[in-house]
């Protein structure tokens, strides 16, 4: 059984387009990420969830938008999508809640804005 | 957040002993070191786990030394599977702030 899992897992779009990455976790987890990838391979945090609480709220666009509707799902949405989006995003869980905990990471999702 | 600095890439030849080395010279006391792999169009995966001295799992060693300002993963003899990026990073246990892994260092096995 998949951990982590995130849809989907290449994303192409245009610029101005409204789109949405899909996380599911079945590890009973309390703590949920999103990671930004970039072309230099930086991995950088840009949300995390306790319980259904926004925890982190990283210097990250008000386009984007997590939702997190249970503890097991946490899905992030993107308005207006820009050519610097294009990067691989990361959606991961941890059963406490901080970084020194081991985090289990989904497959990723390509996103490339045209 | 305790910065870290990796060599960018290192190469090594199958069976042989890889150490990896991290530093980090602003730890602070509540920190712990975790490293991760992360092979190309996946996720990362943790691999170990440390606070201080030595702590093995069945797949790498982690060795810390006491000043906890650098720690170093060493890999077992290597085969081509262990071809890939791995991470270092420093975190407070329930710690909020901000993270970014850096860019790690990219561990090229040759046969």
């Known amino acids: 059984d998949t951990a982590v899992s995130q849809t989907p897992k290449y994303l192409v779009t245009q610029m101005g387009n409204d789109k949405s990455i899909k996380c599911e976790q079945n590890?009973?987890?309390?703590?949920m990420y999103w990671y930004k990838q970039d072309s230099k391979k930086f991995l950088k945090i840009m949300f995390s969830?306790?319980?259904?609480?926004?925890?982190i709220n990283e210097t990250v666009p008000n386009r984007f938008s997590p939702k997190s509707p249970d503890k097991a799902h946490l899905n992030l949405h993107i308005n207006s999508l820009e050519l610097g989006d294009s990067a691989v995003y990361f959606c991961?869980?941890?059963?406490?809640?901080?970084?020194?905990?081991?985090?289990?990471f989904g497959p990723g999702t390509r996103l490339t804005v045209t | 957040l305790a910065k870290t600095t990796q060599p960018i890439s290192m190469d090594s030849y199958e069976g042989q002993e890889v150490n990896i080395t991290c530093s980090h010279n602003?730890?602070?006391?509540?920190?712990?070191i975790t490293w991760y792999q992360q092979f190309p169009s996946q996720g990362p995966r943790f691999i170990i786990q440390g606070y201080k001295t030595k702590v093995t799992n069945e797949v790498a060693s982690l060795f810390i030394p006491a000043d906890r300002k650098s720690s170093t993963l060493s890999l077992p003899r290597v085969s081509l599977s262990d071809t890939a990026v791995y991470y270092c990073l420093v975190a407070t246990r329930g710690g909020r702030r901000a993270l970014t892994f850096g860019s790690g260092t990219r561990l090229q096995v040759q046969p």
């Open positions: 969830y306790n319980n259904k609480e926004l925890i």
């Open positions: 590890l009973g987890h309390d703590t």
């Open positions: 602003n730890i602070a006391t509540n920190d712990y």
């Open positions: 991961a869980s941890s059963q406490g809640e901080g970084f020194s905990y081991e985090q289990y």
